[in-house]
């Protein structure tokens, strides 16, 4: 008896602990750690890239409307570190 009621109460912590990780924190609130620069500074360099990008859906306004955060519609939300990348120029 004593041993299910040990067992019991560790899985309730393995449950809890699982259960954490589910939680995830709005959208809403993700601030980036930088100004994100637009892509059109990043445009003039990588043609390319921009091309390839604009035929996606992470540059169609229509599919990234639901992102309410306006940073991660550029090439930011994949590319970190892009203030330092273009001031460097
Ligand atoms: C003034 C020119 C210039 C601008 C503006 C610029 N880049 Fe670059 N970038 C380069 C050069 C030069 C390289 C190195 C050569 C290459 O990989 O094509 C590079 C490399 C990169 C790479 C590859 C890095 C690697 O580790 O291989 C990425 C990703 C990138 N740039 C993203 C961006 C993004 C996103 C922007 C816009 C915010 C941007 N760049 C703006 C010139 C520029
Ligand atoms: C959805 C995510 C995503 C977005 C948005 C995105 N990229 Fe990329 N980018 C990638 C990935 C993944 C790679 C490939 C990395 C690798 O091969 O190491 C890449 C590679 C690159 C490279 C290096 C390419 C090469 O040929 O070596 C450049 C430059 C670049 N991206 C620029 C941009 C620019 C400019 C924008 C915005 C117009 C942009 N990216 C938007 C994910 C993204």
């Known amino acids: 008896?004593?041993?299910i009621v040990v067992m019991l109460f560790v899985l309730s912590f393995i449950v809890v602990g699982c259960a954490g990780m589910w939680l995830?924190?709005?959208?809403?609130s993700f601030k980036p750690?930088?100004?994100?620069?637009?892509?059109l500074?990043?445009?003039?360099?990588?043609?390319d890239q921009f091309d390839s990008w604009k035929k996606t859906r992470h540059a169609d306004g229509k599919y990234m409307a639901k992102?309410?955060?306006t940073e991660l519609h550029e090439c930011g939300v994949c590319h970190i570190d892009l203030s330092a990348h273009v001031a460097d120029l």
């Open 1 to 3: 008896m004593k041993k």
């Open 24 to 28: 995830s924190p709005p959208i809403e």
């Open 33 to 39: 750690s930088e100004t994100v620069p637009p892509s």
């Open 41 to 47: 500074v990043c445009q003039t360099c990588h043609q």
């Open 67 to 69: 992102i309410p955060v």
